[in-house]
């Protein structure tokens, strides 16, 4: 079965930082890119970051940019985010996606991201 | 990075056929045939429903379709039933930007 499982999330000061990371199972982890992607509460689905299989190609949206880090392992089947600075607004539920030809085709169940003093 | 354009909310009787437009520009969703839509019932994990403009993965139902003209995609839902009822989102990647876009959502009621 194809699995992804994200952890790392939860209580953080602004300013703080936080590592998320997200198991893949059940398919070859390296031949395929991968995202992440958050939801806000109330808000609608708002891209974060994608990285290439081999890791060539990586992309964070300007709302993350110089404070996020996607990275991955494919030995390890796993993809991560590497967050600093957090912000206020940077509070979500933030999902691990699989992509297949630029749509999302397999997601994670989320882990949340609370940003708060 | 603006987001693509969806309306806010669509409804219709349990049967009846509905919509939903999304809108971009020449550079994400005009650009190339990568558009996809995504089902959200709140609490749960987003589901693909249409990637590549017009294509069902397996296991979803041939009540949902999806085509593309010019900078404007639409998902549409034929036979209306109460589990449609959820938030639809469009996606694509802006090719000049090289970001993932997704819309606004649209909430559809089953009424």
Redesign the interface.
Known sequence: EVQLMESGGGLVKPGGSLRLSCAASGFTFSRYSM?W?RQAPGK????VA?MSSSSSHI?H???VKGRFTISRDNAKTSLYLQMNSLRGEDTAVY?C?KE??????V????TTVTVSS | QSALTQPASVSGSPGQSITISCTGTSSDVGGYDYVSWYQHHPGKVPELMIYEVNNRPSGVSNRFSGSKSGTSATLGITGLQTGDEADYYCGTWDSSLNVGLFGGGTKVTVL
């Open positions: 995202n992607v609608g689905l708002e891209w994608s992309y949206a300007d709302s999902y996606a297949v030809g630029d749509a999302m085709d997601w994670g169940q989320g």
